[in-house]
């Protein structure tokens, strides 16, 4: 383990990304078309449901956590799937898999730069107008350190999720839907798109546990101090859910990308 | 350690699906559990010494290409034994790999918006290279090739040639025991070929590399190999010196006779079984020469021979 080797990753990938400027302000206008989409969708709900608080949550709460999550979405976002089909279609992979260090690895370091990237030119923007404009509805403290932390648990979480569909290209040579269908799931269970609050008790109830969560419901809660996030003890449940999940698909992951590597040396990918 | 590489009746099979035609067909092949054995490497047994460059070659669809994923380690072999700087590669994959480097022609291991510095930079850290190695290295490419046109030049702008001198550069940058090169000359103008001759030559001469060169480019072979390695179906039919290859078939020679008409007649003779002035003095029976050239054989005539005939 050098820590030298993983920095030279990440500064490479920064630099790599910054060099597709034009990118990064088509992002944060898609972002913009989408959230006043988003925005009219769920005026419309309220305004509907007749209440001003729908399952605990006023419409700015709503608004708050749905333009959060989105901002945390696109910084957390990986193209791990689309990257390996194409490389292991056009037999790049071979070049990845002579670099004199675990693929896993290497490739978890290369998007390192990307997220730093990300975070700081559509999260941080993003978190300071919402700051701006609900006047300190999110509080300033400590839960910004451990949002953070949640943050790079989420990061690895999400990362090892896609490792676990990428290889599947391997066996089925074509991963678009697979892709599509990860999307929605994660998109839909990890509550970036509805708040988990919305979802029937009994959903909830599952999904609350599932892996998903806590890719984006989890830091989002931490950072807006709900869920339980304001007090030690629920702190400490919400990192442990994260964990635990961590772990598992950190384990999960090596074991079937092993089985995965094992093809492509077998029978040459 | 003298040897480089050492494989022993290594084979590598792979398993293919046999695909049925037509409609019908495709919907059998999504059950079928039909499988044909394809042997891409049969029995392969070789030595590369050290600070050897050594020219593999074969027709396409040889089996090169899988030799050379065998001995960086990506492929596993079936049967038979493998070392490679006395480790066995595909075991050892992550530790094999700081030992050697790759170019392949048609791809690039190049960071490709970044400026060709940033990737030695990147390559730098990932193999761990010294400083002072490294700027020894830079100071020697400096040496070697004009280096300051394309150095901060980022990689998706640079000609093809460019940009295979550029990989070729990176692959040497952490100093290996071993340099696979797979076809680095394909598609390049004459100038570029010749110049990234010199410079695989100037490198194998420095640090004593051992390079192992697959091409279909017989000037490249020409120019730096003085052994070459022939496979053909996945068997080896040749591994001797340049020198032998040229009476491999026997001594032979081409015969250029200039007619009356102005037209050159072009055959191959083999010195052994026929004489040249018998053949000269039947044709002139026939016309009238005006000139008479006797050449030796060229690498390629006897390579397409071989390719062509298979084993003697």
Redesign the interface.
Known sequence: MNPKRLLALTRAGIMESLYFRLGIFVTLFANLIYLVLVYYLWKAIYASSGTDVVNGMTFTDTMIYLILATAIFNFLEMFVVWDMSRSIQSGKIVLDLLKPMRYRKYTFWSYTGNHVVQFFLTFVPTFIVVMIVTHGAIKFGLNIIWFLVATVFALIINYNIEMLVAPICLFTESTWGINIVKETIVLLLSGATIPLAFFPEKIRMIVQYLPFRAVYDIPLSILLGKSGSDTWDGLLKLFGLQIVWLIVLTVAGNIFWNCAVKKITVNGG | MEEAVVMKNVCKD??VLNRHEGLKGSIKDLFSRDYKTVSAVKDVTMTVNRGEIIGYLGPNGAGKS?TI?IM?G???PTSGEILVNGKVP?KN???N??N?G?V?GQ?S?L????PLI?SF??L?????VPEKEYDDMIALYRSLVDIEPILHK?VRQMSLGQRTLSDILAAFLHNPAIVFLDEPTIGLDVSMKSKIRELILGLNKEKNTTVILTTHDMGDVDALCKRIVIIDKGMKIYDNDIDHLKNYFGSYRTLKLKLADDTWEEMLIDEKTTDVMDVIMEKQKEKKIKDVKILEISTEEVIRKIYEGGTK
């Open positions: 792979f398993k899988t994923k960086t990506v492929l596993e595909y994959r992550t530790e790999c700081e050697i790759v392949f791809r291991q960071w490709w918006s970044l940033e930079k990147l730098k850290d990932l193999y761990m980022p």
